[in-house]
């Protein structure tokens, strides 16, 4: 009889998170309109990877000929990389220095640029060949990188290999965490990584469809399963939320540090406003989101309404 008191309260608790979800308030920000102006003639590809400096400069990463392209708030188009060695685009990531760091995801490689697109580091193996879960300075289809204040980094490693792996900022390894499976601590797709003020880590096991919280040691503290499938996460510390770019689902989550949903946005499409794989996102220091999509080859910004 308790065994199945107990399933019915976790039964009951799953119902209600669910529901939870669906019942959320939209998020109250607009849409900004043909927010990217690119130069004539140029298109993004797909669009895999976004993120937001401390001058709420937009860097952009996609799978086109100008794979790394910088904007500010507005859109106006400020730079472009000339030459990135990456065979296929995924994570991109600011560290507190303002060096822009590349994730190769078929090319199995973390790379970190100057603002100007010089190579000042990278982490793979020779010929950019995999390595296994227990490889150190290699990886197996890697997605994305965050960053503590003093920039240390932490790397989801990925398709292939389920881990987490953190090195210093010089990149020497540290440790790593995770292996295939759905157990607490196990992953399945880990998809994207993102750290609070307090160090933890949020990992985005994406075919699990769920985020796990772990200390910056690697020890597991809690999962949240009811907030969709993340593929993409952003942390905002001035609302000390967690949003959640969920491309099974088409639409942006935002959750409070408790795993509470806060409010949901978008929707499967086409059209202004809508997605189709929304991989990744990003939010500036005014509380805009924006929102980087695989099928619809794009940038969109959400403003937050003053």
Same mark, same amino acid.
């Given at each position: 009889?308790?065994?199945?008191?107990?399933?019915?309260?976790?039964?009951?608790?799953?119902?209600?998170?669910?529901?939870?979800?669906?019942?959320?308030?939209?998020?109250?920000?607009?849409?900004?309109?043909?927010?990217?102006?690119?130069?004539?003639?140029?298109?993004?590809?797909?669009?895999?990877?976004?993120?937001?400096?401390?001058?709420?400069? #937009?860097? =952009?990463?996609? /799978?086109?000929?100008?794979?790394?392209?910088? @904007? $500010?708030?507005? *859109? &106006? +188009? %400020?730079?472009?990389?000339?030459?990135?060695?990456?065979?296929?685009?995924?994570?991109?990531?600011?560290?507190?220095?303002?060096?822009?760091?590349?994730?190769?995801?078929?090319?199995?490689?973390?790379?970190?640029?100057?603002?100007?697109?010089?190579?000042?580091?990278?982490?793979?193996?020779?010929?950019?060949?995999?390595?296994?879960?227990?490889?150190?300075?290699?990886?197996?289809?890697?997605?994305?990188?965050?960053?503590?204040?003093?920039?240390?980094?932490?790397?989801?490693?990925?398709?292939?290999?389920?881990?987490?792996?953190?090195?210093?900022?010089?990149?020497?390894?540290?440790?790593?965490?995770?292996?295939?499976?759905?157990?607490?601590?196990?992953?399945?797709?880990?998809?994207?990584?993102?750290?609070?003020?307090?160090?933890? #880590?949020? =990992?985005?096991? /994406?075919?699990?469809?769920?985020?796990?919280? @772990? $200390?910056?040691? *690697? &020890? +597991? %503290?809690?999962?949240?399963?009811?907030?969709?499938?993340?593929?993409?996460?952003?942390?905002?510390?001035?609302?000390?939320?967690?949003?959640?770019?969920?491309?099974?689902?088409?639409?942006?989550?935002?959750?409070?540090?408790?795993?509470?949903?806060?409010?949901?946005?978008?929707?499967?499409?086409?059209?202004?406003?809508?997605?189709?794989?929304?991989?990744?996102?990003?939010?500036?220091?005014?509380?805009?989101?924006?929102?980087?999509?695989?099928?619809?080859?794009?940038?969109?910004?959400?403003?937050?309404?003053?």
């Amino acid at each position: 009889m308790k065994t199945r008191i107990g399933i019915g309260i976790v039964i009951a608790a799953m119902g209600a998170m669910a529901a939870d979800l669906a019942s959320a308030p939209k998020l109250p920000h607009r849409l900004v309109e043909n927010w990217a102006q690119l130069p004539a003639g140029w298109n993004f590809g797909e669009c895999t990877g976004v993120e937001v400096d401390a001058n709420d400069y #937009v860097w =952009v990463y996609n /799978r086109g000929r100008h794979p790394v392209m910088q @904007f $500010d708030k507005n *859109g &106006k +188009f %400020l730079s472009a990389f000339e030459e990135a060695p990456v065979t296929s685009a995924h994570g991109l990531g600011i560290d507190p220095d303002g060096n822009v760091w590349l994730v190769d995801v078929k090319g199995h490689a973390v790379m970190k640029f100057n603002r100007a697109g010089r190579l000042q580091m990278v982490i793979t193996n020779a010929g950019k060949q995999p390595g296994n879960n227990e490889a150190q300075y290699a990886f197996n289809e890697p997605t994305g990188i965050a960053f503590t204040p003093g920039g240390d980094f932490y790397v989801s490693d990925g398709y292939v290999n389920s881990r987490v792996i953190q090195f210093r900022k010089s990149g020497e390894y540290v440790r790593h965490w995770g292996k295939k499976g759905d157990q607490d601590g196990e992953f399945n797709l880990v998809h994207d990584v993102a750290l609070d003020e307090q160090g933890r #880590v949020y =990992v985005a096991d /994406r075919t699990n469809e769920r985020i796990q919280v @772990f $200390d910056a040691a *690697g &020890k +597991f %503290l809690q999962k949240w399963t009811h907030a969709g499938a993340p593929w993409g996460l952003a942390y905002a510390a001035k609302e000390k939320a967690l949003y959640i770019a969920d491309g099974k689902y088409n639409r942006v989550v935002k959750l409070n540090l408790e795993g509470q949903v806060l409010g949901t946005l978008g929707g499967f499409g086409k059209g202004p406003g809508q997605f189709d794989f929304a991989h990744h996102i990003a939010v500036d220091s005014e509380g805009s989101i924006y929102v980087v999509e695989i099928k619809n080859w794009r940038v969109q910004k959400f403003a937050y309404p003053r």
